[in-house]
């Protein structure tokens, strides 16, 4: 089923996302990363892992599908560039709780809904069933058998390359669902609480007045009556006060969300016009998982020197205090422009952080500017890795987030031939 290209019925993309999940929580818990996640995911969850345990912080989350809209996932977009991949943009949505700990102290929880976005890649013509040697005990083993273990020795054996991929992800908190949770407790505060004063207000006036006197005969009349009037009359303005907060409540988040919300229109009708002029099998989704991953590789990067994933002007990590950053699910298009074979795209990120500050943790709304660029004639590449490189030189292939020259003929890698790299990066 297909509708406003979204693909209800993807069982192997729901499978692949609830899977990288399991993962992906094992990941906070253990520092294991994630068998489904592609070279470059699980170098940027390294890099992150060291952070949070430089700090001392132990982060747990779970993710919980009992109330997810969709039990399947939803696959939103297909990119199908002129490689060997293609890549499902899938989405599905969790229940997540975190809970932060710092030296094993307890220090921030919190629950809410996401919509839960991965970039799933598959290699077209791949032969998993392959036969192979296994390289423990020399039996021929299909390549797909030497994942679950050797037939003859048990040995299991990750093989990094083998496709489908989770090659970028990034999930977004479900606005509605913060609405959905304060309508019936809000609700009910406000009808109480107008009982309450509505009943009372008519109990003290009519003692006041002298029309209740303990010992008369109407006594336990009047009373109830006081209690029938202060339920009616307070269930109906209590209800109408709710309405009215509510109503005002939304109105104030309409109009904070104006301000993102025309920036962020037009980043995701213009940019695509833009981009599919240089590559039409551009796609935005794609784009902002490429972006989010190379921003977690500046933030959780202590050094700049050897990173391959920046290619612009000398500086430092300003961001250490980081251990944590979420997409809000807003950005805000700048600029792009063209110069030679290079098009630089310069764009605003919206972010939620968490940092470390003398032993507590504090979240706190930010705003990145990140300038990527990328050779325009570079034909798109899904499977590429910043972790396996081919020098252009010499053809040697090389770990580049280890080193920025190739270590066989000393020649300088640049990314940006290969894929986007980023040339500015700070906090606005």
Same mark, same amino acid.
């Given at each position: 089923?297909?509708? %406003?290209?979204?693909?209800?019925?993807? @069982?192997?993309?729901?499978?692949?996302?609830?899977?990288?999940?399991?993962?992906?929580?094992?990941?906070?818990? =253990?520092?294991? =990363?994630?068998?489904?996640?592609?070279?470059?995911?699980?170098?940027?969850?390294?890099?992150?892992?060291?952070?949070?345990?430089?700090?001392?912080?132990?982060?747990?989350?779970?993710?919980?599908?009992?109330?997810?809209?969709?039990?399947?996932?939803?696959?939103?977009?297909?990119?199908?560039?002129?490689?060997?991949?293609?890549?499902?943009?899938?989405?599905?949505?969790?229940?997540?709780?975190?809970?932060?700990?710092?030296? @094993?102290?307890?220090?921030?929880?919190?629950?809410?809904?996401?919509? !839960?976005?991965? =970039?799933?890649?598959?290699?077209?013509?791949?032969?998993?069933?392959? $036969? +192979?040697?296994?390289?423990?005990?020399? $039996? *021929?083993?299909?390549?797909?058998?030497?994942?679950?273990?050797?037939?003859?020795?048990?040995?299991?054996?990750? *093989?990094?390359?083998?496709?489908?991929?989770?090659? @970028? !992800?990034?999930? #977004?908190?479900?606005?509605?669902?913060?609405?959905?949770?304060? &309508?019936?407790?809000?609700?009910?505060?406000?009808?109480?609480?107008? #009982?309450?004063?509505?009943?009372?207000?008519? &109990?003290?006036?009519?003692?006041?007045?002298?029309? #209740?006197?303990?010992?008369?005969?109407?006594?336990? !009349?009047? /009373?109830?009556?006081?209690?029938?009037?202060?339920?009616?009359?307070?269930?109906?303005?209590?209800?109408?006060?709710?309405?009215? !907060?509510?109503?005002?409540?939304?109105?104030?988040?309409?109009?904070?969300?104006?301000?993102?919300?025309?920036?962020?229109?037009?980043?995701?009708?213009?940019?695509?016009?833009?981009?599919?002029?240089?590559?039409?099998? %551009?796609?935005?989704?794609?784009?902002?998982?490429?972006?989010?991953?190379?921003?977690k590789l500046m933030i959780?990067?202590?050094?700049?020197?050897?990173? $391959?994933?920046?290619?612009?002007?000398?500086?430092?990590?300003?961001?250490?205090?980081?251990?944590?950053?979420?997409?809000?699910?807003? +950005?805000?298009?700048? =600029?792009?422009?063209?110069?030679?074979?290079?098009?630089?795209?310069? #764009?605003?990120?919206?972010?939620?952080?968490?940092?470390?500050?003398?032993?507590?943790?504090?979240s706190s709304k930010e705003?990145?500017?990140?300038?990527?660029?990328?050779?325009?004639?570079? *034909?798109?590449?899904?499977?590429?890795? /910043?972790?396996?490189?081919?020098?252009?030189?010499?053809?040697?292939?090389?770990? $580049?987030?280890?080193?920025?020259?190739?270590?066989?003929?000393?020649?300088?890698?640049?990314?940006?031939?290969?894929?986007?790299?980023?040339?500015?990066?700070?906090?606005?």
């Open positions: 089923m297909d509708l %406003f290209n979204l693909t209800f019925n993807n @069982n192997e993309n729901t499978e692949i996302v609830d899977k990288f999940i399991d993962e992906y929580a094992q990941w906070h818990n =253990t520092g294991k =990363t994630p068998d489904m996640g592609s070279l470059d995911v699980n170098y940027t969850l390294e890099l992150q892992k060291k952070r949070l345990d430089e700090n001392n912080v132990r982060k747990e989350v779970v993710f919980d599908t009992k109330e997810s809209s969709f039990k399947q996932a939803l696959k939103c977009f297909t990119v199908t560039d002129r490689g060997d991949y293609k890549s499902d943009v899938a989405c599905k949505d969790y229940k997540v709780t975190e809970t932060f700990f710092v030296n @094993n102290k307890k220090k921030k929880k919190r629950k809410n809904k996401r919509n !839960f976005y991965a =970039t799933i890649t598959r290699l077209l013509n791949q032969n998993a069933g392959g $036969a +192979v040697a296994c390289p423990n005990c020399g $039996a *021929i083993s299909d390549v797909q058998d030497l994942l679950t273990g050797c037939k003859s020795c048990g040995t299991r054996f990750i *093989i990094d390359d083998l496709f489908p991929k989770v090659t @970028n !992800f990034y999930h #977004i908190k479900d606005e509605a669902d913060l609405i959905r949770k304060i &309508l019936k407790p809000s609700m009910l505060i406000c009808v109480l609480g107008m #009982i309450a004063t509505v009943m009372s207000y008519s &109990l003290i006036s009519n003692i006041n007045n002298g029309n #209740i006197v303990q010992g008369s005969d109407d006594f336990v !009349f009047q /009373i109830v009556q006081c209690v029938i009037v202060g339920l009616i009359y307070g269930t109906v303005s209590g209800y109408i006060l709710w309405a009215a !907060f509510i109503l005002i409540w939304m109105m104030i988040g309409a109009i904070k969300s104006l301000f993102l919300l025309g920036p962020h229109v037009r980043a995701k009708t213009q940019l695509p016009k833009v981009m599919r002029q240089i590559d039409p099998n %551009f796609s935005y989704e794609f784009f902002i998982g490429k972006v989010i991953n190379l921003m959780f990067s202590d050094d700049y020197t050897n990173l $391959a994933a920046y290619d612009g002007k000398p500086m430092q990590n300003t961001f250490k205090d980081i251990v944590d950053i979420s997409y809000d699910g807003t +950005v805000r298009y700048n =600029t792009l422009k063209t110069d030679g074979n290079y098009c630089y795209v310069d #764009i605003t990120v919206y972010t939620t952080v968490t940092k470390v500050d003398g032993g507590a943790l504090k705003k990145f500017r990140v300038v990527v660029c990328k050779n325009i004639h570079t *034909i798109a590449n899904a499977g590429f890795s /910043i972790k396996k490189v081919s020098c252009k030189s010499c053809g040697g292939s090389f770990d $580049a987030t280890r080193e920025h020259n190739c270590p066989y003929c000393g020649n300088p890698y640049h990314l940006g031939n290969d894929d986007w790299v980023v040339i500015e990066f700070n906090k606005e």
